[in-house]
């Protein structure tokens, strides 16, 4: 290998490990960890740096430290052209807090007309609150001084947050975009897509030279739903990231068997199904405990649901965990079940089989795609379900089997390959410029 | 001579800790003894302390014809011995007075009497032993969790030998008649129902402090002012109330205090009503009339129903799981599952998961220590999952591996992937 520069990425994420709200920081983290074992050099701009994150492996440029020159003419010309982010409507992001639901608006060309012959920085939370399409702004006017700032080969952008970011370092550049989809607008919302939200990701995906997504099931939803040339889009499933086995507490209810959802109780991941099917099974295996844990918006809706079809005294709700919760619960689990209506790709199933628990998916997931060791259902079929449930339990050899088939098959599931096609979908990107 | 009969009811629940789904099967300490312990000893410093100093006082002063009557719950004579000796003792010095009459209600101030005839007597068995063991008077008149009464609930305290029972005038049951007067069972067993004169109650117990209440300031001149415009048919003003009105609900600032201190002297000196015990009335009153109640009333809310406690799903589903365990319970010989089983049947934590009024945030949120109904009930629910857990250990109840009714074999086959379906 000749001593040539490393090819170096400019990533734009909204979160990155250890401050994450969900899988999209797992995947930055997994993703740009493989990519530098494979021997490229990413540097990753997030909103904000909270001061945990692994500054000797990763290198960082958080926005909130760069400062815009406005003097600058290209400047001002690219401001204008995002004039789009004003955006006068509701917009839901992917993890939904509810405050987010009203917000101001940034006004972009009050900005330039203000901002002309100074420079400024920007505060961003990093979170999804509610000046979230602010702080999405914010970050595209200090992509552009990123983009003039540092020296790199390919921009790759996570999810619609990024996009008028990287849209902006792709004009002050000329270098190519890929752009990750992790979800779309039609995986959070269901059929009632936010417009604006929609809009936003579209623009990313025309922008881009190529769109990368978690699985083939997204990949349908892209060409379907957003118009993309289907030589245009490539699936990289996710990975796993590799952690040293931990050691669950024993159940702590000896005698009784616990089937577990865990994820957020939103129609989108099917916690309804999930509370028909334990209604189905305890008709038939009375003492069978089920679990749900998370939160959402559906949460006192199920609360109520369930005490009307009492079974109160057998389904319980946690309310969200944090990290080692999680693994409590896994450790009491004896199968765990995701009934997603759309899941781009699911990454909970996989942290279930890891410690030893078997799985129901839907069929409408992405994971479905790379698992072998799972039962799959379709997310509607309430009866399946119940009797994939019944059916493990009356079977504990099989549960066992598919448990320790599974964990093996997780390990196997890697972020390095999975960074491995990405670096591929790169270099031929430059090899064609 | 007309009558007024004072009745307070003195009552607080066991309250149980934030308990979390990880708790079931670690933590079998239900209750929040740091909270219940600094409730008990704050409302014992604004209210129980002083209130029962003054009624003292006041029966010394008036020689006799200042009389009043309590209803103390179980489970809150439970904690003054765990946390307020001192108000138990005063509580007993009332008692030695002559002038004060204790009443007989279920232990645990539950809902016993709409789940379960057996519990329900047992519970009001334990609690007038207690009453006997602390005041040495065997109680006579008997006053249901939140004057909760029906003809049916009237039938089983008369079973019990209760002769007298307290309840609440709701407009509902009344219609055009006074709860001035005595009435009795619908089902004729001979029950005597005082009534609730829940106008002039609440004037007292709710309105006191209200400013921009038309009756504000009360004074007990005028309220003896009020009790004087009885029409002359009637006899008796039953006015019933939360003893932690003094001082607890209405603070020592709105004049509650001295309220109290003048009323025995304005209504014995201006009008020609006098004191009397619920039992005192019972001896010299008759019946005018049959009441019929054939659905529980309470004395809450507008309603004056049960839908403070019961009604909405999370409620029933709650009442429900816990009386499931009722069989069960009765075999256990464990003295602090026993205890549990009394605590965890309080009436408060269903009137915890009372939806009726969350979003207005009135006065049900003022007696929760949850943010929310739901919060309320699943921690509830969690309680109640450990309880029968721990009551299948004490009877040596193993769950079973699932008896199973169908087996789904076919079924399951065909979902499993491959390399497995031959294992089934």
Redesign the interface.
Known sequence: MSEARKKKVLMFGWEFPPHISGGLGTACFGLTSGLIEHGMDVLFVVPKLFGKEDNDKFKFVSASDVEVNFSDDQFSENLKKISYLQIHSHIVPYVAPEEFLKRKDLDVQELVNNSKNSSAKFAFTGKYGKDLLDEVSKYAVVAMQVAKDQEFDIIHAHDWLTFPAAIMAKEISGKQLVVHIHATEFDRSGEHVNQDVYNLERRGIEAADRVVCVSRLTRRILIDKYGVAPDKVFVVHNGVVAKPKIVYPA???????IVTFLGRITFQKGPDYFVNAAKRLLT??P???F?MAGSGDMH?QL??K???M????RF????FLNFE?TN?LFGMTDIYVMPSVSEPFGITPLEAMRTGVPVIISKQSGVAEVL??????DFWDEQ?VA??I??????P??AK??ASNGSGEVEELKWEYAALKLKEIYLDLLKNK | MKNICFYFQVHQPMRLRPYRFFDIGTNHNYFDDTVNHEIMRKVAGKCYLPTNQLMLDLINEHKGHFKISYSISGVCLDQFEMYAQDVLESFKKLADTGCVEFMAETYSHSLAALASPDEFKAQVERHAKKIEELFGQKPTTFRNTELIYSDHIGTLVKELGYDTMLTEGADHILDWRSPNLMYENATGNGLKLLLKNYKLSDDMAFRFGAKEWEGWPLTADKFAGWINQTPWDEEIINLFMDYETFGEHQWEHTGIFDFLKHLPSAVLGQTDFRFVTPSEASSFMKPVAKLDVPNPMSWADEERDLTAWLGNNIQDDAFESLYRLEDKVKQVKDDKIKQDWLYLQTSDHFYYMCTKFWADGDVHKYFSHYDSPYDGFLNYMNVLVDFEEEVNKSLGIKIEEAEVKRSVSDRFKDLLPEGFKTDV
């Open positions: 159940s702590k209810l000896p005698n009784r068997k038939i295996m003492d069978v405990h679990v006192l609360i109520e369930v005490a009307e009492k079974m109160s005294s319980h709700f946690t309310g919760e409590a072998d060791n799972a039962v799959k259902i399946a009797d994939a019944q059916g493990l339990l009356e079977h050899e099989i089997k598919l």
